[in-house]
């Protein structure tokens, strides 16, 4: 079966543009740029190998107010961070990860 293509009633609106992200987590990033500068100042090494952690791996997730909870970061580096995520099973039993 052959079909027609779909054509619009209505034509787009043009010139309005979309927010990647909204208001709210705007400023909870905004903040976080903030909090994240300020735990990387007191742990400067990575909290598995002892290099210099460059990164915050956050160990229950970052969705919405956790993004900023102190409680649940770990200073770590580009390779440790890259090996949490690449075995999560030994992450989640030495606690660099913790269940939602």
Not at 46 to 74: A, P, V, W, Y
Not at 80 to 92: E, G, L, M, S
């Amino acid at each position: 079966m052959k079909r027609s293509p779909l054509k619009r009633k209505t034509p787009l609106k043009r010139g309005g543009r979309l927010r990647p992200v909204s208001k709210k987590r705007a400023k909870q990033i905004k903040e976080y740029a903030k909090v994240r500068q300020e735990y990387l100042s007191l742990n400067p090494s990575c909290e598995i190998c002892g290099k210099s952690g460059t990164q915050i791996h956050h160990k229950k997730g970052r969705f919405q107010e956790r993004l900023n909870d102190k409680n649940f970061f770990m200073s770590v580096c580009s390779c440790c961070h890259q090996w949490i995520h690449n075995n999560p099973q030994v992450a989640y039993a030495k606690d660099y990860m913790v269940k939602r």
